[in-house]
């Protein structure tokens, strides 16, 4: 058992002066003391090592931002917001603690995401998966570490949710300063558990009519998380007692504060507001001006039916005039061509599953690659919750259950990866090439795309799993007819001719589904506006007496046609989906699949099979495709021999 080490550094004052920083996207942004202070520790300075579109610079060379630029955004556009309603609405008592509490949760909210992106996601889904499948290929590692340490490596959830990371990064950074959160005494401040930054003057601000404010409490970062967090905190962060459903940070009357940085509404949040311009900016796909949603925003009342729950409920949330209706539509409109341009272009994903795969080989190999430095006096203080921390090392999928192994999990981690490779002595084979492959820049290729449509939902419910066997089936099929026309075409083929045999290994069916925001419902109609001009004159009075705003009644011109279609009656939600194929036979082939079912030994033939089918008479399909583009389709990965 671990305890935690010492902490001899002394209790002091936090940064007393504001300052300003420059932004390529909103020119100025403005740092006050407490900012500065959380600016200042490790987890917040770890996002400058971050890009924050991942593998997307392979694509647009320009998109090299990071998620600290964005979060310094979020901040920015957070605090612009709530001193917005503050000003137009002075009976909201918003107070100065909650526009720098939701100022901080906009700086705080990226802390859990890993190195590329939303790649490290896929990539620990890709190890609990061949974990579990293929358990002999971490049999070494997992026995080295044993050997090491006389412990089994902790398995992985069967689910990674990176806003759970920020959380606990979020204790992270202030046990770097010396505090912790007290969830037995929520209104007290923050216990004080090392040196660092006194916490009876952490966080005071000056209200505007001079009165001082009290410093943080726990249960001002306990808001801060539920605001990233967008809903209830888990239990292991939340006050004893909370229920699922209960915000403790703020109380009923202020809640349209949550709708800032993490809408649960509607999706229209400061968020995405600043990554929509600052990524459309750097690509050069999509540059927008969506400052008005800012400045055109109030708090009204509206009804709306979340997540999980029966019946429609009342809130206090973030509403908008009429005439912002078609902006909201173009708003989320964006974030679909977003998605199409630049998060999901081929090369960013090509690059994307090409990094998955160097990780999934660098996790088999290197069980001890990362240092807990449990017993190391210069580490950085971790919260009280990891004093039974018992592991000294762990692999890379392994890294976000320790704050000073997430610290250093960033996107420098492959030339970490790249030097343990080099020294280790062994050939490593397939993580080698992979490694030289991306020093040359010699990236996946992309070869084939179909999009399906709401009629094609027995195919998007299949796994990538079972479209690439059937894939595989196909090709198999394919060969069984050539052999079965006795061509004797294969004797014929000279070298460079000869066949080019793919095993499932050799490609990758990835699915992706591109939508805006809200899958099949249209979050512009997620949203409340104000009914008539002359409610405005209510928007100055008290909560209680705010307006009723209401739900879209007219659908703009400019809506897109999936929002406007009519759905099958057997049906409650209508996909979009993006994916790659999956042949439809007729019956005539059925004969041919039931016999090669059981042959089928992994193997599929490219190229030259397609001109041998495109000579023979093609047996009829529900769905065209030229065997060209079927062949292409198999080549997911790029080879080098």
């Avoid at 990176?162 to 209104?187: K, W, Y």
């Avoid at 259950?401 to 997430?406: A, E, S």
């Avoid at 070298?495 to 419902?521: N, Y």
Wanted: aromatic share 8%; proline share 5%.
């Amino acid at each position: 058992m671990y305890k935690a080490k010492e902490d001899s550094r002394k209790v002091g004052a936090e940064h007393t002066v504001d300052r300003e920083a420059n932004d390529t996207i909103h020119n100025v942004i403005h740092i006050e003391p407490a900012v500065q202070t959380v600016l200042d520790t490790p987890p917040v300075q770890r996002l400058a090592n971050l890009k924050q579109l991942g593998c997307a610079f392979n694509t647009y060379p320009c998109c090299t931002h990071t998620r600290k630029e964005h979060s310094l955004g979020v901040m920015e556009l957070a605090g612009r917001m709530v001193s917005n309603l503050s000003s137009k609405q002075p009976k909201l008592n918003i107070s100065a603690k909650d526009i720098l509490c939701i100022r901080l949760a906009g700086l705080c909210h990226d802390l859990g995401h890993g190195p590329f992106s939303h790649g490290y996601e896929a990539f620990l889904e890709a190890v609990r998966k061949n974990e579990t499948e293929n358990p002999d290929q971490y049999k070494d590692r997992n026995d080295r570490f044993v050997q090491e340490f006389g412990v089994d490596i902790p398995q992985l959830p069967s689910r990674y949710e990176h806003e759970e990371t920020s959380l606990v990064m979020i204790d992270s950074l202030l046990a770097s300063i010396g505090l912790e959160i007290d969830l037995s005494n929520l209104d007290e401040p923050l216990k004080q558990i090392g040196g660092g930054i006194d916490s009876k003057q952490f966080g005071t601000v000056y209200e505007w009519n001079g009165k001082i404010d009290t410093p943080f409490t726990s249960r001002d970062w306990v808001f801060i998380k539920e605001a990233i967090y967008g809903g209830a905190l888990p239990k292991s962060h939340a006050p004893s007692g909370q229920g699922q459903s209960d915000f403790v940070g703020r109380p009923r009357e202020k809640e349209f504060l949550y709708d800032i940085v993490n809408n649960r509404h509607n999706g229209l949040d400061v968020d995405k507001i600043d990554y929509f311009e600052r990524d459309g900016r750097a690509s050069k796909t999509n540059e927008s001006n969506n400052l008005k949603f800012l400045t055109d925003s109030f708090v009204g009342r509206g009804r709306y039916q979340g997540i999980g729950i029966d019946e429609e409920q009342e809130f206090l949330m973030i509403c908008y005039p009429h005439k912002m209706i078609s902006p909201a539509n173009q708003f989320f409109q964006t974030r679909k061509r977003n998605h199409e341009a630049i998060y999901t272009h081929k090369k960013t994903k090509a690059a994307e599953l090409q990094m998955v795969d160097l990780l999934l080989e660098a996790d088999k190999h290197f069980s001890m690659l990362m240092s807990t430095q449990l017993d190391d006096p210069s580490a950085f203080p971790v919260p009280s919750s990891f004093d039974d921390f018992c592991y000294e090392m762990l692999p890379i999928s392994r890294a976000w259950m320790h704050p000073n192994l997430f610290l250093r999990t960033d996107d420098t981690i492959v030339s970490l990866i790249e030097n343990m490779a080099i020294s280790s002595g062994n050939p490593l084979g397939r993580l080698r090439r992979l490694i030289n492959d991306r020093r040359m820049h010699r990236m996946y290729k992309s070869v084939f795309e179909v999009e399906l449509g709401e009629l094609d939902d027995d195919l998007w419910g299949q796994s990538e799993d079972v479209i690439a066997n059937e894939l595989m089936l196909e090709q198999t099929l394919a060969q069984s007819m050539r052999g079965h026309k006795g061509s004797g075409d294969e004797g014929q083929l000279n070298g460079d001719q000869k066949q080019q045999v793919l095993t499932r290994a050799d490609f990758i069916v990835d699915k992706r589904e591109i939508h805006c925001g809200r899958k099949a419902q249209n979050p512009v109609a997620q949203m409340r506006f104000l009914k008539n001009k002359a409610d405005k004159v209510s928007l100055h009075g008290s909560p209680d007496k705010l307006p009723l705003c209401g739900e879209l009644e007219t659908v703009p011109l400019d809506t897109p046609r999936s929002f406007l279609s009519t759905h099958r009656e057997d049906r409650e939600e209508a996909a979009n989906p993006n994916t790659e194929m999956k042949l439809f036979f007729d019956e005539e082939e059925e004969s041919f699949r039931s016999e090669l079912q059981s042959q089928s030994q992994g193997q599929i033939l490219t190229q030259d099979v397609a001109a041998d089918l495109d000579s023979s008479p093609a047996p009829s399909r529900k769905r065209s495709y030229s065997e060209e583009s079927i062949n292409g389709a198999l080549a997911r990965r790029k080879l080098y021999k």
